[in-house]
């Protein structure tokens, strides 16, 4: 059997109390983060990490699959060595996400904005939309380098604000000398939730104008 495949057959995910939760995984494994769609892994004495989707979102992993590899060829990305019908196998990225810059007080720098503007360039030259880009899925690496992970809704048609909004906070409010450059979880969180019932209430404002 596969290597890869025999390890994504390891994990075990059961629902408890409504929640996703890893109940067995091979030794080789290291759980590392979970998010909406998926338990990532760390894959032991390697620079590789996999992605194991939950239970029926097969369709978002061969999804994600795919546009990994339309972008494959794209620095600001990783690359993609491995999917099946429930994970997919990509480079392991050590870093900070933009979300854990602010909460640490690590400095975002114009520079990393104009790459991370640069890398979504490029993914819309291969005739993506890059959508549901946020704090949590673009790392710094400590060279410095911008990665940016969790690809699946970039071939939506739908236009996605989340990014520009992002940024026009960047540059309105982050870049001001006395502005802080530190924020507790909480607060991040608390934002995040209030931005997402306005960005659904403006949604709906668009798809129904004479409402």
């Keep these: 059997m596969n290597f890869y495949k025999k390890l994504a057959e390891s994990v075990q995910i059961q629902y408890i109390d409504g929640k996703p939760v890893v109940v ?50 794209i620095d600001f990305f990783p690359n993609i060595y491995e999917s099946g019908s429930n994970y997919i196998v990509i480079d392991y990225i050590e870093g900070h996400t933009l979300f854990e810059c602010l909460t640490l007080g690590i400095p975002i720098s114009e520079k990393d904005i104009k790459e991370i503007d640069f890398a979504l360039y490029l993914a819309r030259k291969k005739g993506l939309n890059p959508s549901d880009v946020h704090l949590r899925n673009i790392i710094i690496t400590p060279k ?13 048609s739908k236009k996605c604000h989340q990014w520009e909004d992002i940024k026009s906070a960047f ?10 450059k530190r924020f507790p979880a909480i607060l991040l969180n608390g934002i995040a939730y209030l931005y997402k019932k306005i960005y659904q209430k403006r949604l709906y404002v668009l798809n129904h104008p004479f409402i």
């Design 24 to 73: 067995g995984q091979a030794d080789s494994l290291k759980l590392i983060g979970v998010g909406r769609s998926a338990f990532v892994f760390m894959i032991k004495n390697t620079t590789k990490a996999m992605k194991v989707f939950f239970p029926g979102l097969h369709n978002i992993a061969m999804e994600e699959a795919c546009v990994y590899q339309m972008i494959k060829h």
């Design 144 to 156: 410095g380098s911008i990665k940016i992970i969790d690809v699946a809704r970039f071939r939506q």
């Design 171 to 180: 540059y309105h409010f982050y870049l001001k000398p006395h502005f802080p």
